[in-house]
């Protein structure tokens, strides 16, 4: 259940990102993203109860993963505009990776120091890590937008945009969404 209620925070911070990506920079939401995961971590190796297990594990390390996700996420694609499928991809597969390592430098670090402290360490070294992201996290300037736009018209040329009426209605979707879950549920039997 922690993990259930961590990637549907996962969800609600990557939207919650979506949204404050137009209002502040990335890096400002990296931060926030900082804030939360070391909360969460903290006040997880503090826990005695499932339901601080639920909020502190689930909710603040759940969000904080994703409202930093979706800010590297958003701002990487507009480096590559003629490449999002691809890079999303990719993106996506080291999120998925970096998960299946973590757990495992997790579980070595538990047995050596306990899960409390565990923990606690986790949470300042993924701290530090998000916030030295910062400094090599930006979006392209006004200039390089254009000059990156111009790659995506030529390309755009022969390729068809859907609707997402369109998108629902094809085969493809529901290949590639059972694809994910079976993936999804994959990782979760797997961990």
């Known amino acids: 259940m922690p993990f259930t209620i961590c990637m549907g925070a996962v ?13 502040v920079s990335p890096r400002i939401i990296m931060i926030i ?3 939360c995961v070391l909360a969460g971590f903290f006040l997880t190796s503090g826990i005695v109860s499932l339901t601080g297990l639920y909020l502190c594990y689930g909710v603040f390390c759940g969000f904080g993963v ?3 996700y979706n800010s590297i996420l958003s701002s990487i694609l507009k480096w590559f505009p003629d490449k999002t499928g691809i890079l999303s991809g990719i993106l996506l597969m080291g999120f998925g990776f970096g998960g299946s390592i973590l757990g495992n430098i997790a579980v ?6 306990g899960w409390r402290m565990a923990f606690k360490i986790l949470g300042v070294v993924l701290a530090c890590v998000i916030i030295l992201s910062t400094f090599v996290l930006w979006e392209p300037n006004a200039s390089e937008i254009m000059i990156l736009s111009k790659r995506v018209k030529v390309r755009a040329a022969g390729n068809r945009d859907y ?7 094809s085969s493809s979707f529901y ?3 059972l694809g994910c879950c079976n993936v999804s549920h994959w990782f979760k ?3």
């Open 175 to 177: 290949v590639f969404f």
């Open 66 to 68: 994703g409202i930093g």
């Open 108 to 113: 070595s670090l538990m047995n050596e120091t």
């Open 163 to 169: 609707t997402t009426k369109e998108m629902v209605k």
């Open 33 to 35: 993203a900082a804030i």
């Open 189 to 191: 039997c797997y961990q």
């Open 11 to 23: 969800c609600v911070g990557c939207m919650f990102a979506g949204y404050m990506i137009h209002v």
